[in-house]
């Protein structure tokens, strides 16, 4: 089986270690990023099978990352994570599942099946409202 390149971009450090931790023990190839400036370089450098997004970060937001990715002609599956009000119907709008902050095992499961992941990963919280 191949494995995977998922790269997460999310502003909070833990949020980061903890999915890359996570994801890399389920067989994943994880790289990180701190915002979407981080994340636009780590696409072009190896584009990843896939994106686990954060939408409220400094310097370039998720919503300004998803934009100029489109914008250069890139189309890299995406899950979108966040607990802003509006990301779910931001995420419906370009496609994309969503994940609210926090979320389980079993929803991110479902999330990385629509992406084309491997699924059964557990049910237990993955993060809890502390990050």
Known sequence: METKRVLVIDDQP???????????ENGYDVAGASNGAEGLREVEQDPPSFILLDLIMPEMDGRQFAHELSARGMHVPTIVMSGDHDAQQWAQGIGAPYLPKPFTHAELDAALAHVGGPQRLGSSLIMDSRW
């Open 14 to 24: 833990g949020v980061r270690q903890l999915l890359q931790a996570f994801l890399t």
